[in-house]
C-alpha cells in the first residue's frame, strides 16, 4: 500500500519488459477521496498512471464507497476494488454500486452471491426476449429514463413509430407544446410518492411533422441513500 513501493516494483517490472496493473497507495488513495469531489481534470490528474483504487468499505464511521465516488472514478477509467468484505448484504450493495473487485476472505459466501446474479440475468435475458416478442405483436415501445444523466434510452419501435433514424429516440424534445404541461405534472407527482407509476397520453411529432398520439407507462427505481433518485 505503498506509493513509494508501486514505483519501484512497477519501474523493475518495466526494465524486465512487463508492464503489469497496478493499484494506488495510501497517500494517493486519500488525494483520490478528496479529488473525486473537485471534478474529473482534478482526479484524473490525482489518479495518473492508476489502474485501480483498492479501498476499504469504511474508515471508522465515514464510508468511502458510495455511488458517487464510484462513478467518478470510472469516469477516469480506473476500476475499483474492495476490501475486505465479508457480509452478503454488503456485498450485494457493493456490486450494485459497479465496484469491479471485491476482497473477501469468505469466498464461499461471495460465490453464492454472483452465482444468483448469473441465475437472475439469464432469467431477466429470458423475460426480456419474452417482451420483446409481446411488444412487437402489440407495437408497443420500450424506455429507459436515467433521471441523473437525462438520458433516454429507446428501443426501434420508437424509431418505427416516429421515423427516426436515431439509434435512441429522445420523445421529450418531440412532445406537442399543449402536452407538455400535463406531461411533466404526471411524472412529479409520481417522483413525489403520490402514486406508484405514472401513465399519460400525449403527441410527439412524426418526421414528416405531423403527430402522432401515445401512451406512457413509468415506474421510478433506484432511490439513492439520500432520497433522491439515481
Same mark, same amino acid.
Given at each position: 500500500?505503498?506509493?513509494?513501493?508501486?514505483?519501484?516494483?512497477?519501474?523493475?517490472?518495466?526494465?524486465?519488459?512487463?508492464?503489469?496493473?497496478?493499484?494506488?497507495?495510501?497517500?494517493?488513495?486519500?488525494?483520490?477521496?478528496?479529488?473525486?469531489?473537485?471534478? @474529473?481534470?482534478?482526479?484524473? !490528474?490525482?489518479?495518473?498512471?492508476?489502474?485501480?483504487?483498492? =479501498?476499504?468499505? $469504511?474508515?471508522? #464511521? +465515514? %464510508?468511502?464507497?458510495?455511488?458517487?465516488?464510484?462513478?467518478?472514478?470510472?469516469?477516469?477509467?480506473?476500476?475499483?476494488?474492495?476490501?475486505?468484505?465479508?457480509? @452478503?448484504?454488503?456485498?450485494? !450493495?457493493?456490486?450494485?454500486?459497479?465496484?469491479?473487485?471485491? =476482497?473477501?476472505? $469468505?469466498?464461499? #459466501? +461471495? %460465490?453464492?452471491?454472483?452465482?444468483?446474479?448469473?441465475?437472475?440475468?439469464?432469467?431477466?435475458?429470458?423475460?426480456?426476449?419474452?417482451?420483446?416478442?409481446?411488444?412487437?405483436?402489440?407495437?408497443?415501445?420500450?424506455?429507459?429514463?436515467?433521471?441523473?444523466?437525462?438520458?433516454?434510452?429507446?428501443?426501434?419501435?420508437? %424509431?418505427?413509430?416516429?421515423?427516426?433514424?436515431?439509434?435512441?429516440?429522445?420523445?421529450?424534445?418531440?412532445?406537442?407544446?399543449?402536452?407538455?404541461?400535463?406531461?411533466?405534472?404526471?411524472?412529479?407527482?409520481?417522483?413525489?410518492?403520490?402514486?406508484?407509476?405514472?401513465?399519460?397520453?400525449?403527441?410527439?411529432?412524426? %418526421?414528416?411533422?405531423?403527430?402522432?398520439?401515445?401512451?406512457?407507462?413509468?415506474?421510478?427505481?433506484?432511490?439513492?441513500?439520500?432520497?433522491?433518485?439515481?
Amino acid at each position: 500500500f505503498s506509493d513509494r513501493r508501486r514505483r519501484e516494483a512497477l519501474e523493475a517490472a518495466r526494465t524486465a519488459g512487463g508492464f503489469p496493473a497496478t493499484s494506488a497507495g495510501q497517500a494517493t488513495v486519500a488525494r483520490a477521496l478528496v479529488a473525486s469531489r473537485l471534478g @474529473r481534470a482534478v482526479l484524473s !490528474r490525482a489518479l495518473a498512471g492508476i489502474d485501480a483504487l483498492q =479501498v476499504p468499505e $469504511r474508515v471508522g #464511521v +465515514l %464510508r468511502v464507497v458510495t455511488r458517487r465516488f464510484v462513478r467518478a472514478v470510472h469516469a477516469v477509467d480506473v476500476e475499483v476494488h474492495v476490501w475486505t468484505v465479508n457480509d @452478503r448484504t454488503e456485498m450485494e !450493495r457493493l456490486i450494485d454500486l459497479g465496484v469491479d473487485g471485491l =476482497v473477501s476472505d $469468505r469466498i464461499d #459466501v +461471495l %460465490r453464492d452471491v454472483l452465482d444468483a446474479r448469473d441465475e437472475a440475468l439469464r432469467n431477466f435475458k429470458a423475460s426480456s426476449e419474452r417482451l420483446d416478442l409481446a411488444m412487437q405483436n402489440t407495437e408497443g415501445g420500450l424506455w429507459d429514463w436515467d433521471l441523473v444523466t437525462g438520458r433516454i434510452v429507446t428501443d426501434g419501435h420508437w %424509431r418505427e413509430l416516429l421515423d427516426r433514424c436515431e439509434p435512441d429516440v429522445d420523445w421529450r424534445p418531440l412532445i406537442h407544446p399543449d402536452d407538455i404541461e400535463a406531461a411533466r405534472y404526471h411524472v412529479i407527482v409520481h417522483l413525489r410518492g403520490e402514486f406508484d407509476h405514472f401513465e399519460t397520453q400525449f403527441r410527439v411529432q412524426h %418526421r414528416s411533422g405531423g403527430w402522432r398520439w401515445v401512451q406512457v407507462r413509468g415506474r421510478a427505481s433506484n432511490r439513492g441513500e439520500d432520497g433522491r433518485w439515481t
